[in-house]
């Protein structure tokens, strides 16, 4: 049974082993508030559940944890920043506000981050545009290489995800955060944690047949050469080719356009000692460039509203729009806790103690 952990704990353990781990006070802050606000959101692949990951990842020495963020290329509505191979959390946060600043002088501005590494959620930047009056749109190259494309055996892209948001006045921001395969790796990950079946769709093997195993579907999308994550979608007639395509454009937008590494090339030219140089695309966008003040917020009421009043289906589940079920599960993890699997509270306890922190998860628990 997972331990329900309130949130104000998580964060105090996140920031304890990133400071330890040489990460300044207001980087392991943000990173801390982004990774908490994730797990509030229900989004638990990319929570505190990455901690063992990026406890891993410092250990091999492909994690600078003093960074020295530089401004390579630059505009009254561009930029392109170094992150210093440095975890992707507060360059994100950073290359985020700096597009909404500048967009709201010049109307749109695009910020692309290189030499970078996993930045957790993109609906947690995306959210930070809409949270200031803008429109944002964020993609991420990935490290992993976990995706199978139509007519594929093999993997080859990432989950290269991609989230929107946008501000409206009655109603919460719309807020749209997706993988482009049919789920995200890291939810893999949760179900094997959980001891959870797969649900048939999400991974397949080297012959395109479904694995529902928890083990062996996390051994085909982390540890085995062939299999993987299927495109959103699925198999192509179910669409899966547009799921891939969107994978690709995801990568063009977040790697090619900030010289960013493909990871299937880096596999074969770079020393699995190097650091992981994932790209990030940050777009900002004012309404107000095109709309009066808040015309643009009150059509985008209308939509949600009009979305919120469709028939349902079952009278008992109201139609929903993106980020109505994140705030639900949020406001219901502020009261009962985060749930941490077992599997994954050993493994903490395992990042903390090498960290040498203390380990304070447990004595946050809300049973």
Known sequence: MPTNVKADVIRDQLVSVLAAWGMSAPHARTTADIMVETDLRGVDSHGISMLPT???????????M??????????????????????????????????????????VCVVTVRNSHHFGAAGCYAKIAADRGVIGLVTSATRGVT????FGAEPVMGTNPIAFAAP???????????ATTTVAAGKVKVYKLNHKAVPTGWVVDGDGRPVTDPEQAFGYVFDRPEGGISPLGGPRDLGGHKGYGLAVLVHILAGALSGSSFSPIR?????????????????????????????????LDQVIEVLHGARRADPAQPVLVGGDAELVTGQQRLETGVPVPDDLMVQLREVAERAQVPFVLADGARR
Do not use: W
């Open 54 to 64: 990026y406890d891993r990842e410092q250990r091999a020495g492909r994690l600078n």
């Open 267 to 299: 596999n074969r030219t770079q020393r699995p000692s190097d650091p992981h140089d994932i790209g990030h695309f940050f777009l900002a966008l004012d309404p107000r460039a095109f709309r009066g003040p808040g015309e643009f917020e009150e059509d």
């Open 147 to 150: 995706m199978v494309p139509t």
């Open 66 to 107: 003093t960074p020295t963020f530089k401004t390579l290329r630059e505009g009254p509505a561009f930029a392109l920043l170094d992150a210093d191979a440095s975890l992707g959390h507060p360059v994100s946060a950073h290359a985020m506000n700096l597009a909404v600043d500048r967009c709201l002088a010049a109307g």
């Open 168 to 178: 409206a006045r009655r109603n919460p921001p719309f807020l749209l955060d997706m």
